[in-house]
């Protein structure tokens, strides 16, 4: 279905600004799930409508577990994004992703355990496909991107999700490795969820730091070590988006855009006005707007 093309783009530490946008507006948002992490910054990028925001705020000053990870996501729906590219520094968990390689994600283990996750509670159930957390569209559009600006990077992997804002203990560390994961990071899988529920293509860029505290012949994780890998990764990300916006195709091939349709459980006249307020952006067009 063609619809209007809007990238949004959520920053992870040490990326805060998109630099090359033009007609730049701040916008404040008021959600119904409480106040975003920044203003969100809307501009044009190679002739795409681009929506930026740093998910720890301007001057990293949000927990991973204090992110508001629900307004974040509503209000990119809210400002008309579409297509959302998440960039998120994280830990290898393989001795053959290095510091400073970057890993287009395609699933996800949750390890967190102190945050809200969903848009369906009180009086609305809604129960999506999540087999599949990445938009494969939004996938290869990284892919190429990251290959167009010449970045080390690696074509899928599994992305465990820890609270945080602790580092792992080396004896986690190890059980991560003997699941097999590929990276381990403390944000994305939130707003992979919210982002299907709110119908929008979610993928995500991890960019490796560090190697968590598992590797014998390399030091424990310091921030010290994970700020100076950021600071190589954070031009290479600034490129990378630049490179992805030209790359979006004008039509969504996937089923990210329908992913509501048959996932609301509730009965129509059992869902609360209040949920209906609450929810309109997201269920309006099936159950119909709230009574006025």
């Known amino acids: 279905m063609s619809e209007p093309l809007t990238m949004g783009v959520i920053g992870g530490s040490g990326l805060y600004e998109i630099e090359g946008l033009t007609n730049v507006k701040e916008v404040t948002l008021a959600t119904p799930f409480g106040a975003p992490s920044d203003s969100f910054v809307t501009g044009e990028l190679h002739g795409v409508r681009m929506v930026f925001l740093p998910r720890h705020g301007r001057g990293h000053r949000i927990s991973p577990s204090e992110i508001n990870f629900r307004a974040n996501i509503w209000g990119l729906k809210k400002l008309g994004v579409t297509r959302v590219l998440s960039l998120s520094a994280v830990g290898s968990m393989r001795e053959d992703i290095h510091p400073g390689d970057f890993v287009v994600i395609d699933q996800f283990i949750d390890r967190t355990r102190h945050r809200a996750d969903t848009f369906f509670t009180d009086g609305v159930v809604a129960h999506v496909m999540f ?42 560390s190890k059980l991560y490795r003997s699941w097999g994961v590929d990276v381990i990071g403390m944000t994305n899988l939130q707003e992979a969820k919210l982002a299907r529920e709110a119908e929008l293509c979610y993928a ?53 855009g329908s992913a509501l349709a048959h996932a609301i459980m509730t009965a129509k006249d059992r869902i609360p006005q209040s949920a209906r307020e609450r929810l309109g952006l997201l269920i309006d067009k099936y159950v119909g707007p709230a009574a006025s």
């Open 131 to 172: 087999a599949d957390p990445v938009c494969a569209q939004m996938r290869s559009v990284a892919l190429e991107a990251a290959r167009a600006v010449g970045v080390k990077v690696h074509d899928g992997g599994t992305y465990v999700n820890m609270e945080g804002p602790q580092f792992s203990t080396r004896a986690e």
């Open 204 to 256: 995500t860029i991890a960019m490796a730091t560090d190697y968590d505290c598992w590797h014998e012949e390399h030091e424990a994780v310091t921030v010290e070590a994970v700020i100076a890998v950021m600071g190589k990764n954070v031009g290479n990300a600034k490129a990378l988006v630049k490179a992805a916006a030209p790359r979006l195709p004008a039509v969504r091939a996937c089923g990210c």
